[in-house]
């Protein structure tokens, strides 16, 4: 069986003004890097077109470790609603490069539903990773700047009370906690710091949280960096940070074109965290997609009671955008995994297990018709699956009066995601999909996280820590009360505990602290232990990959 | 007076596609960054073309703390010699990020004679940086994985002996001494560790030492990383890292096509440090840009002591390259420092000052001279200058044989600097330059080193500090003494005493240590104190640069 770079380098590639023809979009107006990749415009961002363009999220079930591939799906359906007629364009998230050196490898889709050149996109594609990290840690180099300065401009920042980390790229658990500014005085003052991966940057929500130059500015300027001795708080813009840092972002800033196997155009842009962000691509690069196709489809991170709802509540209540249809992945295997599968039985075949995993999918599945949205299951399908197990699981959705439908993408590319496509279609053109948002962003902070965890986790309630409840303080204090909630919860369960598959019932769930993400606009309620920088593995997918004599690259997953 | 960047924006750039159609490359194998910048496949290297072009090596005399405008110089030089009816060609560094959010702002030339965008050439450019930094980070990670590895993997390594060190491209003190791995067993085993900034990392010198693909993965894994706890040396290969690392640079390898403000093509690839390392563009760029143009205008950092000496010895013996000609810059800024001016009388005329400060010069001309190469110095014109003192140094340069032209390029561009080319082109085809080693690369490194130091320097002689000599059977034992050295010194003087302007006498330098870029090929050894990360003033240039409502740069020097 050929690998993902195999069919990936296998495949003849189209020019990207070529790509760029196909929605419109001019030679004279793309900013190419190398000959399939490109940077667009903001220019090319239309109000009036954004309006009329269908866009369609692609969430999913709660995930097995292996994840249930929804950026397969999401390309296999872009290429399939062109397929059908629908001009289409995919809008998908940056992967981090991180990974790509760990355990989980690439991702940019798999099989013959893949975005190329793969690995340009997994390794530094256009910069923008490089340019968020380059742009947190001048934020960082300024803070300890100043607490070292003379007194003129010290500002008297405390360096105990700093909650701006450092950030790189790469998975190194080794820089989780250290201490900076060891060696004397001509090193500045010692303090407790550490590294996060660069997706967790608040930078990488803000620039998915922005409409243009000046709005990037203004939300990077607003970054809250700690307290004063005297407990005044200190923002980036009190460092004089935020020109220099948006002048970091230039390029960052614009939506980035490429291609899927089959030469559908794909905008990829951002990739936030799915669960102490957004977890979706930026805001300017789902309007730019919708300024140039009839259809866009886009995902969120981890499952549906992560991803579609921060997707919602975040992104779609900062924007204005609401999707014309949602679709949730589902595969044999998570149903399995939900009814009680260990991860060594995840391909073994067992309807009873599948069954007894559905409510699992049932719970997404009511979610979503939570939000006034209309939801439609694709199958992902994997070679393990049994038809009689896929068809259990139609019948069972068809009862329910939702369209599930097979997706075969991984092998077939979009011919295999046609029937997704239709009733994709289908549900957009009813309109019958209106989204509304579950909670009043002026209701308490309390009752945001309250109103999230009974209605989409299923929970009992909501516990508070006393850190939480101080933290709770400080958010009235800083005046942020009013800012919607994104809470960073396992994707494993709908519940804080990873063990509990399936639908759980009768739990609470426990807010441990907060953060403030104030520059993206929003606070973060952590639940339970949050990682934000992985470690490698004992034998790192890097030890794989290398470059052979023509320059080529090889042994990236 | 308009600032450089005005200058630059000011400028009517043409498409990148024109400027390499006047170097005979075809749009075809272009890989562009936007319009105006693209990278260059290797495939462009034609070692016959490289054998008969005539490579010019610009240099300077010891530099006041603002730097003599060797850049300005090889930019206005380029085009004046295009202008003379040489097709020239500029290969240039990259600038660090870092410096241009700290004092020194950018590094793209200045006035009339800059390279653009000079916007984009000193942010991010194509990513060459971000990569090097993140091959270099990459080996970290690996080290620190391993270091913590259960046993089947673990190699044993002594974190104590670690030589290896973090980068970033940033001025950012606090990350000079640090430790990682701290907060329990999840985070790895606590150490001390570092970082520096990029163009210190050995895997610039590396990059731009390497003649192709295969040779950089074949360098990475030669690093050296440390010991053992049982002694054994430990490279780069054995974390199996080098394939990944070669993987991130498969772009920052090649070199990157920009324009003068006059439209005359420049080549500006890596930028390794002029004390650490050879302080010189790639070998990559060097040769490309031999194949592309009769003439390339190429430059090393900081004085001739150091900048020439190493790219002799260093570049031009691993590469086989010899210049044709070489042109010391020299200001009547420097000269008056030299003559005992102090930092606020910079600007007074004074031919006094002059004539006691040229002894700097003439000692560096001896030593180009002695590397069988015939200098032409290249006054950089300044506004302070007088005609008087401009004429006492031509009259003087004329006396000893020597070619002495003024150059303005930073007021003129090109056409201020005919005088200097036209200069260039007698020196060059008299065939007259003759490149010869000062030393036998198999001597004794102490032998090497009291070569340069002897007879490059004026040192009575070389002391070694016990550190040095403990060092010194490192290298021995390691298998490296037939390497050549790089001699890690201060610019501001020939001895390692700052203070000591002019042309020091009766002194001699001390080797405090030594280091390996056994990947890079050579050994490094170091007198004084050596600066590796930059630090930021009290109010850094980052305050004042902004982006406006159309995305453009502002505030940025």
Same mark, same amino acid.
């Given at each position: 069986?050929k690998?993902?770079?195999?069919?990936?380098?296998?495949?003849?590639?189209q020019?990207?003004?070529?790509i760029?023809?196909k929605?419109?979009?001019?030679?004279?107006?793309?900013e190419?890097?190398?000959?399939?990749?490109?940077k =667009?415009?903001?220019?090319?961002?239309?109000?009036?077109?954004?309006?009329?363009?269908?866009?369609v999220?692609?969430?999913?079930?709660?995930?097995?470790?292996?994840?249930?591939?929804?950026?397969?799906?999401?390309?296999?359906?872009?290429?399939?609603?062109n397929?059908?007629?629908?001009k289409?364009?995919?809008?998908?998230?940056?992967?981090?490069?991180?990974?790509?050196f760990?355990?989980?490898?690439?991702?940019?889709?798999?099989g013959?539903?893949q975005?190329?050149?793969?690995e340009?996109?997994? =390794?530094?594609?256009?910069?923008?990773?490089?340019?968020?990290e380059?742009?947190?840690?001048?934020?960082?180099?300024?803070?300890?700047?100043?607490?070292?300065?003379?007194?003129?401009?010290?500002?008297?920042?405390?360096?105990r009370t700093?909650?701006?980390?450092?950030?790189?790229?790469?998975?190194?658990?080794?820089?989780?906690?250290?201490?900076?500014?060891?060696?004397?005085?001509?090193n500045?003052? =010692?303090?407790?710091?550490?590294?996060?991966?660069?997706?967790?940057?608040e930078?990488?929500?803000?620039?998915c949280?922005?409409?243009?130059?000046?709005?990037?500015?203004e939300r990077?300027g607003?970054?809250?960096?700690?307290?004063?001795?005297?407990?005044?708080?200190?923002?980036?813009?009190?460092?004089?940070?935020?020109?220099?840092?948006?002048?970091?972002?230039?390029?960052?800033?614009?939506?980035?074109?490429?291609?899927?196997?089959?030469?559908?155009?794909?905008?990829?842009?951002?990739?936030?965290?799915?669960?102490?962000?957004?977890?979706?691509?930026?805001?300017?690069?789902?309007?730019?997609?919708?300024?140039l196709?009839?259809?866009?489809?886009?995902?969120?991170?981890?499952?549906a009671?992560?991803?579609?709802?921060?997707?919602?509540?975040?992104?779609?209540?900062?924007?204005?955008?609401?999707?014309?249809?949602?679709?949730?992945?589902?595969?044999?295997r998570?149903?399995?995994?939900?009814?009680?599968?260990?991860?060594?039985?995840?391909?073994?075949?067992?309807?009873?297990?599948?069954?007894?995993?559905?409510?699992?999918?049932?719970?997404?599945?009511?979610?979503?018709?939570?939000?006034?949205?209309?939801?439609?299951?694709?199958?992902?399908?994997?070679?393990?699956?049994?038809?009689?197990? !896929?068809q259990?699981?139609?019948?069972?959705?068809?009862?329910?009066?939702?369209?599930?439908?097979?997706?075969?993408?991984?092998?077939?590319?979009?011919?295999?995601?046609?029937?997704?496509?239709?009733a994709?279609i289908?549900?957009?053109e009813?309109g019958?999909?209106?989204?509304?948002?579950?909670?009043?962003?002026?209701?308490? !902070?309390?009752?945001?996280?309250?109103t999230?965890?009974?209605?989409?986790?299923?929970?009992?309630?909501?516990?508070?820590t006393?850190?939480a409840?101080?933290?709770?303080?400080? !958010?009235?204090?800083l005046?942020?009360?009013?800012?919607p909630?994104?809470?960073?919860?396992?994707?494993?369960?709908?519940?804080?505990?990873?063990?509990?598959?399936?639908?759980?019932?009768?739990?609470?769930?426990?807010?441990?602290?907060?953060?403030?993400?104030?520059?993206?606009?929003?606070?973060?309620?952590?639940?339970?232990?949050?990682?934000?920088?992985?470690g490698?593995?004992?034998?790192?997918?890097?030890?794989?990959?290398?470059?052979?004599?023509?320059?080529?690259?090889?042994?990236?997953?």
């Amino acid at each position: 069986m050929k690998t993902d770079l195999e069919i990936a380098q296998a495949a003849k590639l189209q020019h990207i003004k070529d790509i760029a023809a196909k929605i419109d979009v001019p030679e004279s107006v793309l900013e190419p890097y190398g000959h399939h990749k490109a940077k =667009l415009p903001l220019s090319l961002i239309d109000d009036s077109k954004v309006a009329n363009a269908k866009l369609v999220l692609v969430t999913a079930m709660s995930p097995t470790p292996a994840g249930e591939g929804k950026t397969t799906v999401t390309i296999g359906l872009t290429e399939g609603l062109n397929l059908e007629g629908k001009k289409t364009v995919a809008a998908l998230r940056e992967p981090s490069l991180g990974p790509v050196f760990g355990i989980k490898g690439g991702a940019a889709g798999g099989g013959h539903s893949q975005v190329v050149p793969m690995e340009d996109i997994n =390794l530094h594609f256009t910069g923008d990773f490089a340019a968020i990290e380059k742009a947190n840690n001048l934020l960082s180099a300024l803070i300890d700047n100043n607490i070292q300065a003379k007194a003129e401009v010290n500002l008297g920042i405390d360096g105990r009370t700093v909650r701006w980390k450092r950030v790189m790229d790469m998975n190194d658990r080794a820089l989780r906690q250290i201490t900076v500014g060891m060696g004397g005085k001509a090193n500045g003052i =010692l303090r407790e710091d550490g590294f996060n991966i660069t997706a967790a940057s608040e930078i990488m929500a803000i620039l998915c949280m922005s409409t243009d130059f000046a709005d990037l500015q203004e939300r990077l300027g607003n970054i809250f960096v700690g307290y004063t001795f005297d407990k005044k708080p200190i923002y980036a813009r009190d460092l004089k940070a935020e020109g220099a840092m948006a002048a970091l972002l230039k390029d960052a800033i614009k939506p980035n074109l490429v291609q899927t196997l089959h030469g559908v155009p794909a905008i990829i842009h951002g990739g936030p965290f799915a669960n102490i962000a957004q977890g979706t691509n930026s805001i300017i690069a789902t309007k730019m997609a919708m300024s140039l196709g009839e259809y866009v489809v886009t995902e969120a991170g981890f499952g549906a009671d992560l991803g579609a709802e921060k997707f919602f509540h975040l992104k779609c209540r900062a924007s204005g955008l609401k999707p014309a249809a949602v679709v949730v992945v589902a595969t044999i295997r998570a149903l399995r995994y939900h009814g009680g599968a260990s991860l060594s039985e995840l391909n073994d075949v067992s309807v009873e297990r599948v069954e007894a995993g559905f409510e699992n999918l049932e719970k997404h599945l009511e979610n979503m018709q939570s939000f006034g949205v209309r939801p439609v299951v694709a199958v992902n399908k994997f070679v393990s699956d049994s038809e009689e197990e !896929i068809q259990w699981l139609v019948n069972k959705c068809e009862s329910l009066g939702i369209k599930c439908k097979v997706s075969n993408g991984w092998a077939e590319g979009g011919e295999g995601v046609r029937e997704v496509a239709k009733a994709v279609i289908e549900e957009a053109e009813s309109g019958k999909s209106n989204l509304e948002m579950l909670y009043d962003v002026n209701s308490s !902070i309390q009752d945001k996280i309250t109103t999230v965890a009974t209605r989409i986790y299923g929970a009992e309630g909501v516990e508070f820590t006393a850190k939480a409840k101080a933290d709770l303080r400080t !958010i009235e204090s800083l005046g942020l009360s009013n800012l919607p909630v994104c809470i960073a919860k396992t994707q494993k369960s709908f519940s804080d505990d990873d063990s509990k598959r399936g639908r759980p019932r009768d739990f609470r769930i426990t807010i441990r602290e907060f953060e403030f993400a104030r520059g993206a606009g929003f606070v973060i309620a952590v639940v339970g232990n949050l990682m934000r920088m992985p470690g490698l593995p004992a034998e790192p997918a890097s030890n794989r990959i290398s470059v052979n004599s023509e320059g080529q690259i090889e042994g990236l997953f």
